[in-house]
């Protein structure tokens, strides 16, 4: 089996070997064109549900990021509003689609959700420190995960192409065959 470029594994996502000559990728595999095909029509099913999760944890990430910057964007307003003897009139969801006002005033510390259903208090530095940190490590997993797709992705196409070549060579092979077993009419 020929490749093209060393083949490594990506977090978990095994490479795909690129199969420049399929009668050796099969012989050194010791498999059959049926065979063959099935074990790559295999891995890009298992290409396909790696992709699906990983697809799912960068819709969390992006859902994620704009909640962490709307928490730092109220936190850095309330900061903005010590010492001014100003009260805050803020809006806040009470449940999926229920709202109710609210004055704040002067406020010291705010509540974060750590998940879990576990909810910690935090001087408004503190929550700051916190969810930029938070935000960071999103943005970074966010980077990672894009990464890893385009990775997957391209794994994907090596396997389609190379069930191609298969495909192709076995209907060659056996179009080379039908014509030696056919004698040729002159």
């Given at each position: ?52 999760k990983l697809l799912a944890q960068q819709r969390d990430l992006q ?36 709202y109710s006002r609210a004055r704040i005033e002067e406020a010291e ?64 092979q056996r179009r080379l065959q039908q014509a030696a077993a056919t004698?040729?009419?002159?």
């Open positions: 089996m020929s490749t093209s470029g060393g083949l490594t594994d990506r977090r978990g996502i095994p490479a795909a070997a690129f199969v420049e000559d399929v009668q050796i990728y099969l012989s050194q595999l010791n498999l059959d064109v049926n065979s063959a095909l099935a074990i790559l029509q295999e891995r890009l099913q298992q290409y396909r549900v790696v992709e699906m859902a994620k990021i704009p909640d962490i910057e709307k928490c730092l964007d109220v936190v850095a307003t309330l900061q903005s509003k010590k010492g001014t003897g100003e009260d805050l009139i803020a809006d806040f969801e009470v449940s999926e689609g229920i510390s705010v509540c974060l959700w750590l998940g879990a259903n576990v909810m910690l208090d935090y001087s408004c530095e503190e929550a700051t420190v916190l969810l930029q940190k938070n935000l960071e490590n999103a943005k970074a997993s966010l980077e990672v995960l894009v990464a890893d797709l385009q990775f997957l992705r391209d794994q994907v196409t090596i396997t389609q192409v190379t069930i191609a070549r298969v495909y192709n060579w076995d209907v060659h004698p040729s009419e002159s």
